[in-house]
């Protein structure tokens, strides 16, 4: 039984199935844990939802996270005047995704699964977040922005409240190097950022989607597969 993170899959579909089935190679015992950000910029968002309710019908254990895309997506569900912003945000992919062109249009049952999602789980000896923590709170486990919109707070991480707990998170992309070199360092610094930039493909050295086994501590990579030529085959079939 291993226990998988995997964060940052922004409607890259086609990766992130093949990630889990063929990579991973997920089974029933293993426990899967998506930190957040299943929305916008790649093609797939909805997709990526069906997905996961497949793994989930199918008797897979998976628990969700949310990210801060899915904050400002509800924001817009919810009328609170963020949606040309969340446009440019990458929700235009996201409504195409859906075949629509408001949020409102999106069916219940994906704004459910997004208002249930939750900030943050404890497995063993590993804090689950999707961006940081904010140590300047008193109880970093509290603050709910903190875990959804930090960057750059890896400095100010408190060593003595973190004990022998480690963190592992996303948000901030990373190249496939410089994550691997984060794990090379993870007994001694306690943080792991495993986003790799999946929709980042016209970055160099980015493009990647993570899998971080927790259980035996090894990282899992997939290309992200998510252009518009292999997305349009899919599609049509």
């Known amino acids: 039984m291993r226990k998988i993170a995997i964060s940052d899959i922004h409607g890259c579909y086609l990766t992130f199935k093949k990630l889990v089935r063929d990579v991973v190679q997920l089974t029933k015992e293993d426990e899967l844990y998506l930190l957040g950000d299943y929305v916008d910029r790649g093609p797939g968002s909805k997709q990526v939802f069906d997905f996961i309710f497949e793994l989930k019908d199918e008797g897979y254990k998976v628990r969700c996270l949310i990210g801060n895309h899915e904050e400002v997506f509800l924001e817009c569900i919810r009328g609170r005047g963020r949606f040309a912003s969340w446009l440019q945000f990458g929700g235009r992919m996201t409504l195409d995704s859906f075949i629509v062109n408001q949020p409102d249009q999106i069916p219940e049952k994906y704004i459910r699964f997004m208002e249930d999602l939750e900030y943050y789980i404890q497995v063993d000896n590993h804090i689950l977040v999707h961006a940081g923590l904010d140590f300047g709170s008193i109880d970093p486990l509290k ?11 890896e400095t100010s991480a408190d060593m003595d409240w973190l004990g022998s707990r480690r963190v592992i998170y996303g948000h901030t992309p990373k190249t496939k190097s410089q994550v691997e070199f984060l794990l090379e360092h993870f007994p ?11 929709y980042g493909t016209y970055i160099p050295g980015y493009g990647n989607l993570a899998a971080f086994d927790m259980t035996n501590q090894t990282l899992h990579f997939q290309r992200n597969i998510d252009n518009m030529n292999a997305w349009r085959s899919h599609v049509g079939h």
């Open 143 to 153: 603050n709910t922005y903190g875990m959804t919109w930090s960057r750059d707070w």
């Open 188 to 198: 001694k610094h306690q943080l792991l950022n495993i986003d790799a930039g999946c």
